[in-house]
C-alpha cells in the first residue's frame, strides 16, 4: 500500500476477482482479476509477504519438463506494487531449453471499495484491446487499463487474455511487467515516497532485535498512510488505515501525528491546516469545533464523537509540536484556530464542570474529561507563549474540573478502588474497566519538559496502574479494551476486549511518565512479542486473549493493518524508552529514559528535534546520551 494506491491479494498471490481482492486508487478497483498461468497451469505457491510497505513477493513453482520426476525445474516471481506496477519473472531450472507459455487473464467492475464490501459492485466490465493490453470503460467510473512490457504475442479482449511465449534456455529468464492506470490520471505518485516526505527515517538498534523492525515498519506504514489534501498540495496528513479507512479520519490523523511528533513536525503543521479548514464558523454551541463521526464506545456506553476528540486534541498537538520544534511562525498562523477550539470548550462546558459526549446530554465520560483538562493546559500553555488572553481562564476551570473529577469520578470497593468509566445524566457511575483510562495518564508535555498534572492524585494513580498491570487488563499481548471480568468482555469486541495498540502505547508512556516502569514494562514487552508475530507491522487492534507458551495473538478480522495510530504507536514507545522531551522554544531537551532499561541498550538515531537530526543512546544501566543534535541545543536538568 502506498495511498492513493491500494493493492490487496491473498497469500498465493492471484487477483481473483472475489471479494476485495484488486488493485485500487483512491478507492476504486480498477483491476479485480489478474491470474497468471504459465505452461497451462497455476504456479503451486511456496512464499508470499511484504516486501516493503508499498510492495509485495510472491514465488510460486511447477515443473514443465516432459521428463518424468517431482522437482519443480520453474520457478515464477511476482512481485506487485502499490503504484500499480506488477513485474512477473519466470526462471527455468531445466536441464534442458523449455518453451513456455505464459498467460494473464484480467477483469475488472471499476466498483468502489464501499460498494464491494457490501455486497453492490456490479459484474465484470467488457474489455476492449488498448495499446499493448486491455483497457476497461463505464459511463459512472471512468475507465482504466492494464498495459504490458513487452507486449503480448496474443490479446484476447473477449476473455481478458494476455499471452507470451518463451523460449527459456537452462537457468534463463523472461520477464513481464504489468502497469494499471485510470485513464486521463498522470503516474501514481505516492505522497510518502516523494523527496519531501515530511517523516525523518529515524532507525532504532540495540540489545533487543525486535525494535529495529518496529520502529523501520512503523515509519515505512505511517509514509504509506500519508494523503495530500488535493486543493492545498503542500499540506499531508494520515489516512485512518487500510483497506477500509483510507480517508482522513479527524482524531486518528491527530493522534497519529501527536505520535510521531520525534519524525519531525511538518506532517503535524500539515495536518493541523487542513483541519482547521474544516472546522465549523456558525454561531454556537457548534463553532470552533472539528467535525468527525460517531464511533462505537463499547458495550456499555454509547457512541463517542470523535469530532469532540479531535477538536481536544487540536491545541494539545500544536502545542506539542511547538515543543518539538514547530517553526514560530507556522505555530503563530495555526494560533487562531486553536484559539476556536478552546473557545468551543469553554462554550461546552458553559457554567458546568465537566464536557458531556457527545454534546448536549451525553454521558460524562473520563476520557473525554482527560483530554479537555489537557488542551486546557497545555492550550493555557500556548496562549501565555504568544501573549493571547484566556490562559488563566483555562487553567481555573481545569483545577476546577480536577476537584470535582477527584471526588466524584472515584468508585472505592475492597480492591483499593477504581475510576468510573462514566457519569450517566442522572449522575450515576458507570464502572466497568477498560483501556480508555489509560488516557488518565496521558497529561501532555509543558515547557522545560515537564507533564502536566493531571485528574488523579498520586495515590490513585498508583491504584490505575496495579489495575491496569493486573491480568484482568494485561492481557500478555498488550492492553484489553475492556477487563476480561467485566460484564460484557469479548476479546474480539471492538470496544469490548480487543487489545488496541494506540491505547495500550498511550498507557506504556503514562505509566512510565508517573514512575510505574514495572507495568509500563510488561504492557511494552507484551506489544513486543505481537508485533513480532505480526511480522512487526502492527494491526490496530487484535484478539484480547491470554498469551500462553508458544501462542500468537490472533488477528482481528476487520483490524486496518497498516493503521495510523498503530504505526505511530511504534514511535512513542520507541521514545517512551528513551525519555525524550523537548523544549525547543527554549533550547532545551531533557532526558528521562526508563531507569529499569528493560530491553537492555538501545539507540535512536536520525529522529527530529528543533528542525535537526536527533540521536539518542541509552545504556544497559539507563544512563541517556546525545549523540546528534541541534547546534546550541542544550540538555537540560
Given at each position: 500500500?502506498?495511498?492513493?494506491?491500494?493493492?490487496?491479494?491473498?497469500?498465493?498471490?492471484q487477483?481473483?476477482?472475489?471479494?476485495?481482492?484488486?488493485f485500487?486508487r483512491a478507492?476504486?478497483?480498477?483491476l479485480?482479476?489478474?491470474r497468471?498461468?504459465?505452461?497451462?497451469?497455476?504456479?503451486?505457491?511456496?512464499?508470499?509477504?511484504?516486501?516493503?510497505?508499498?510492495?509485495?513477493?510472491?514465488?510460486?513453482t511447477?515443473r514443465?519438463s516432459?521428463e518424468p520426476?517431482?522437482?519443480?525445474?520453474v520457478i515464477?516471481?511476482?512481485?506487485r506494487?502499490?503504484?500499480?506496477?506488477?513485474?512477473?519473472?519466470?526462471?527455468?531450472?531445466?536441464?534442458?531449453?523449455l518453451?513456455?507459455?505464459?498467460?494473464v487473464?484480467?477483469?475488472?467492475?471499476?466498483?468502489?471499495?464501499?460498494?464491494?464490501?457490501?455486497?453492490a459492485?456490479g459484474?465484470?466490465?467488457?474489455?476492449?484491446?488498448?495499446?499493448?493490453?486491455?483497457?476497461?470503460?463505464?459511463?459512472?467510473?471512468?475507465?482504466?487499463?492494464?498495459?504490458?512490457?513487452p507486449?503480448?504475442?496474443?490479446?484476447?479482449?473477449?476473455?481478458?487474455?494476455?499471452?507470451?511465449?518463451?523460449?527459456?534456455?537452462?537457468?534463463?529468464t523472461?520477464?513481464v511487467e504489468?502497469?494499471?492506470?485510470?485513464d486521463g490520471?498522470?503516474?501514481?505518485r505516492?505522497?510518502?515516497?516523494?523527496?519531501?516526505?515530511?517523516?525523518?527515517?529515524?532507525?532504532?538498534?540495540?540489545?533487543?532485535?525486535?525494535i529495529?523492525?518496529?520502529?523501520?515498519?512503523?515509519?515505512d506504514?505511517?509514509r504509506?498512510l500519508?494523503l495530500?489534501?488535493?486543493?492545498?498540495?503542500?499540506?499531508?496528513?494520515?489516512?485512518a488505515?487500510?483497506?477500509?479507512?483510507?480517508g482522513?479520519?479527524?482524531?486518528?490523523a491527530l493522534?497519529?501525528a501527536?505520535?510521531a511528533?520525534?519524525?519531525g513536525?511538518?506532517?503535524?503543521?500539515?495536518?493541523?491546516r487542513?483541519?482547521a479548514?474544516?472546522q465549523?464558523?456558525?454561531?454556537?454551541?457548534?463553532?470552533?469545533?472539528i467535525?468527525?463521526?460517531?464511533?462505537?464506545?463499547?458495550?456499555?456506553l454509547?457512541p463517542?464523537c470523535?469530532?469532540?476528540e479531535?477538536?481536544l486534541?487540536?491545541p494539545?498537538?500544536l502545542a506539542?509540536a511547538?515543543?518539538w520544534?514547530?517553526?514560530?511562525?507556522?505555530?503563530?498562523?495555526?494560533l487562531?484556530?486553536?484559539?476556536?477550539?478552546l473557545?468551543?470548550l469553554?462554550?461546552?462546558?458553559?457554567?458546568g464542570v465537566y464536557?458531556?459526549?457527545?454534546?448536549p446530554?451525553?454521558p460524562?465520560?473520563?476520557?473525554?474529561?482527560?483530554?479537555a483538562?489537557?488542551?486546557?493546559?497545555l492550550?493555557?500553555?500556548?496562549l501565555?507563549?504568544?501573549?493571547?488572553?484566556g490562559?488563566?481562564?483555562l487553567?481555573?476551570?481545569?483545577?476546577?474540573?480536577r476537584?470535582?473529577?477527584r471526588?466524584?469520578?472515584?468508585?472505592?470497593?475492597?480492591?483499593?478502588?477504581?475510576?468510573?468509566a462514566?457519569?450517566t445524566a442522572?449522575?450515576?457511575l458507570?464502572?466497568?474497566?477498560?483501556s480508555?483510562?489509560?488516557?488518565?495518564?496521558?497529561t501532555?508535555?509543558?515547557?522545560?519538559?515537564?507533564q502536566?498534572?493531571?485528574?488523579?492524585?498520586?495515590v490513585r494513580?498508583e491504584q490505575?496502574?496495579?489495575l491496569l498491570?493486573s491480568?484482568?487488563?494485561d492481557?500478555g499481548?498488550g492492553?484489553?479494551?475492556?477487563?476480561?471480568?467485566?460484564?460484557?468482555?469479548?476479546?474480539?469486541g471492538?470496544?469490548?476486549?480487543?487489545?488496541?495498540?494506540?491505547?495500550?502505547?498511550?498507557?506504556v508512556?503514562?505509566?512510565?511518565?508517573?514512575?510505574y516502569?514495572?507495568e509500563a514494562?510488561s504492557l511494552?514487552?507484551?506489544?513486543?512479542?505481537?508485533a513480532?508475530?505480526?511480522?512487526?507491522?502492527l494491526?490496530?487492534?487484535?484478539?484480547?486473549?491470554?498469551?500462553?507458551?508458544?501462542?500468537?495473538?490472533l488477528?482481528?478480522?476487520a483490524?486496518c493493518?497498516?493503521?495510523?495510530?498503530s504505526?505511530?504507536?511504534?514511535?512513542?514507545?520507541?521514545t517512551?524508552?528513551?525519555?525524550?522531551?523537548?523544549?525547543a522554544?527554549?533550547?532545551?531537551?531533557?532526558?528521562?529514559?526508563?531507569?529499569?532499561?528493560?530491553?537492555?541498550?538501545?539507540?535512536?538515531?536520525d529522529?527530529r528535534?528543533?528542525?535537526?537530526?536527533?540521536s539518542?543512546?541509552?545504556?544497559?544501566l539507563?544512563?541517556?546520551?546525545?549523540e546528534?543534535?541541534?547546534?546550541?541545543?542544550r540538555?537540560?536538568?
Amino acid at each position: 500500500m502506498s495511498l492513493p494506491g491500494l493493492t490487496i491479494s491473498t497469500e498465493h498471490g492471484q487477483l481473483t476477482g472475489h471479494g476485495l481482492d484488486g488493485f485500487y486508487r483512491a478507492g476504486r478497483r480498477l483491476l479485480a482479476r489478474c491470474r497468471l498461468r504459465v505452461a497451462g497451469r497455476e504456479p503451486l505457491a511456496v512464499q508470499a509477504g511484504m516486501a516493503t510497505a508499498d510492495s509485495a513477493r510472491f514465488v510460486g513453482t511447477l515443473r514443465a519438463s516432459p521428463e518424468p520426476g517431482a522437482d519443480p525445474d520453474v520457478i515464477v516471481e511476482r512481485v506487485r506494487h502499490a503504484d500499480g506496477r506488477e513485474r512477473i519473472t519466470v526462471c527455468s531450472a531445466a536441464p534442458r531449453s523449455l518453451r513456455l507459455p505464459v498467460e494473464v487473464t484480467l477483469g475488472t467492475d471499476l466498483a468502489t471499495m464501499g460498494a464491494i464490501a457490501s455486497g453492490a459492485a456490479g459484474p465484470e466490465l467488457t474489455a476492449t484491446v488498448h495499446d499493448s493490453g486491455l483497457r476497461w470503460s463505464s459511463a459512472a467510473a471512468g475507465s482504466s487499463s492494464v498495459t504490458a512490457d513487452p507486449p503480448p504475442a496474443d490479446a484476447l479482449a473477449s476473455a481478458g487474455l494476455l499471452r507470451w511465449e518463451f523460449e527459456l534456455a537452462p537457468g534463463g529468464t523472461a520477464t513481464v511487467e504489468l502497469t494499471v492506470r485510470l485513464d486521463g490520471a498522470g503516474p501514481l505518485r505516492p505522497v510518502g515516497r516523494a523527496a519531501t516526505s515530511p517523516l525523518a527515517p529515524a532507525r532504532a538498534t540495540g540489545d533487543d532485535p525486535r525494535i529495529g523492525p518496529l520502529l523501520k515498519t512503523g515509519v515505512d506504514d505511517l509514509r504509506a498512510l500519508l494523503l495530500r489534501d488535493p486543493d492545498h498540495p503542500s499540506d499531508t496528513h494520515l489516512a485512518a488505515g487500510a483497506p477500509w479507512r483510507c480517508g482522513r479520519a479527524p482524531a486518528e490523523a491527530l493522534a497519529a501525528a501527536r505520535m510521531a511528533l520525534p519524525l519531525g513536525t511538518r506532517l503535524a503543521a500539515g495536518t493541523l491546516r487542513g483541519l482547521a479548514r474544516t472546522q465549523r464558523t456558525g454561531p454556537a454551541p457548534l463553532f470552533g469545533m472539528i467535525p468527525g463521526p460517531l464511533r462505537d464506545a463499547g458495550p456499555h456506553l454509547p457512541p463517542v464523537c470523535t469530532g469532540t476528540e479531535a477538536t481536544l486534541l487540536f491545541p494539545v498537538l500544536l502545542a506539542e509540536a511547538r515543543r518539538w520544534g514547530m517553526p514560530e511562525h507556522t505555530a503563530e498562523e495555526l494560533l487562531p484556530a486553536a484559539e476556536r477550539c478552546l473557545t468551543w470548550l469553554r462554550t461546552a462546558v458553559g457554567n458546568g464542570v465537566y464536557l458531556p459526549d457527545p454534546q448536549p446530554g451525553g454521558p460524562v465520560r473520563s476520557e473525554t474529561q482527560a483530554h479537555a483538562h489537557r488542551a486546557a493546559l497545555l492550550g493555557a500553555d500556548l496562549l501565555d507563549a504568544y501573549g493571547r488572553p484566556g490562559g488563566a481562564e483555562l487553567r481555573q476551570w481545569a483545577e476546577r474540573l480536577r476537584t470535582a473529577f477527584r471526588e466524584r469520578f472515584w468508585i472505592e470497593d475492597l480492591g483499593g478502588g477504581r475510576p468510573a468509566a462514566a457519569r450517566t445524566a442522572d449522575g450515576a457511575l458507570v464502572p466497568h474497566l477498560g483501556s480508555a483510562v489509560a488516557h488518565l495518564l496521558d497529561t501532555g508535555l509543558l515547557g522545560g519538559g515537564a507533564q502536566a498534572p493531571g485528574l488523579l492524585d498520586k495515590v490513585r494513580t498508583e491504584q490505575l496502574a496495579r489495575l491496569l498491570g493486573s491480568p484482568a487488563m494485561d492481557s500478555g499481548w498488550g492492553l484489553r479494551g475492556l477487563g476480561a471480568k467485566e460484564p460484557g468482555h469479548n476479546p474480539f469486541g471492538h470496544r469490548g476486549g480487543a487489545i488496541r495498540v494506540h491505547e495500550t502505547a498511550v498507557a506504556v508512556a503514562g505509566l512510565t511518565h508517573a514512575g510505574y516502569e514495572k507495568e509500563a514494562t510488561s504492557l511494552l514487552k507484551g506489544v513486543l512479542a505481537a508485533a513480532e508475530s505480526f511480522g512487526h507491522r502492527l494491526p490496530e487492534m487484535y484478539a484480547g486473549e491470554r498469551r500462553t507458551e508458544g501462542g500468537a495473538p490472533l488477528p482481528h478480522p476487520a483490524a486496518c493493518r497498516p493503521a495510523a495510530t498503530s504505526a505511530a504507536a511504534g514511535v512513542l514507545l520507541m521514545t517512551t524508552l528513551a525519555g525524550i522531551r523537548p523544549d525547543a522554544p527554549a533550547g532545551t531537551v531533557r532526558l528521562r529514559p526508563m531507569r529499569s532499561a528493560p530491553l537492555g541498550e538501545i539507540g535512536l538515531t536520525d529522529l527530529r528535534v528543533a528542525g535537526a537530526p536527533f540521536s539518542v543512546r541509552v545504556s544497559r544501566l539507563g544512563l541517556a546520551m546525545v549523540e546528534e543534535a541541534a547546534d546550541g541545543l542544550r540538555l537540560g536538568a
